[in-house]
């Protein structure tokens, strides 16, 4: 799969989506999937999609998503909507990608597949960052070490 998302649908998501389809991204969309035919359907895709807007609320804004880890974590390359805070966790265009507007999702998508060996190299450094980091037996041990020391 050239490029995927994995989540509940909204209007939002259905924009971005269009403008993918519009323009020949090869992009596939999943809903209603096991967490473990998500982490495949990831691990199958060149580029693992995850759009932030919390479109709950009464106040539409970005915020952290699980996916942020689980695209990293299936060695699919992140291509995220950007939220405040990202960049603690990840390190932007050598571990993950970011976008903040349709166009600029769109022209990453396209750059990033027309380059597989940048695409693959970002990929393979936020699976590393993520074995180092965010695994969860290592924040578990840091969070049994942090209670230690009170």
């Given at each position: 799969?050239?490029?995927?998302?994995?989540?509940?649908?909204?209007?939002?998501?259905?924009?971005?989506?269009?403008?993918?389809?519009?323009?020949?991204?090869?992009?596939?969309?999943?809903?209603?999937?096991?967490?473990?035919?998500?982490?495949?359907?990831?691990?199958?895709?060149?580029?693992?999609?995850?759009?932030?807007?919390?479109?709950?609320?009464?106040?539409?804004?970005?915020?952290?998503?699980?996916?942020?880890?689980?695209?990293p974590?299936?060695?699919?390359?992140?291509?995220?909507?950007?939220?405040?805070?990202?960049?603690?966790?990840?390190?932007?265009?050598?571990?993950?990608?970011?976008?903040?507007?349709?166009?600029?999702?769109?022209?990453?998508?396209k750059?990033?597949?027309?380059?597989?060996?940048?695409?693959?190299?970002?990929?393979?450094?936020?699976?590393?960052?993520?074995?180092?980091?965010?695994?969860?037996?290592?924040?578990?041990?840091?969070?049994?070490?942090?209670?230690?020391?009170?």
């Amino acid at each position: 799969l050239d490029a995927s998302f994995c989540g509940i649908p909204n209007e939002d998501r259905a924009k971005y989506t269009q403008l993918l389809q519009d323009n020949g991204v090869n992009f596939n969309y999943y809903y209603r999937l096991s967490h473990e035919d998500m982490m495949l359907t990831y691990s199958r895709s060149k580029i693992g999609l995850n759009f932030s807007k919390n479109m709950n609320g009464e106040e539409i804004k970005t915020q952290m998503k699980a996916r942020m880890f689980e695209v990293p974590g299936a060695r699919s390359l992140l291509l995220t909507e950007y939220t405040d805070g990202l960049e603690q966790f990840f390190e932007i265009d050598k571990e993950i990608v970011c976008f903040t507007e349709p166009e600029e999702l769109l022209q990453k998508v396209k750059y990033l597949l027309q380059n597989p060996d940048l695409c693959n190299t970002i990929a393979n450094n936020g699976y590393q960052r993520f074995l180092k980091e965010h695994e969860s037996h290592v924040r578990m041990n840091n969070i049994i070490e942090q209670i230690k020391k009170i």
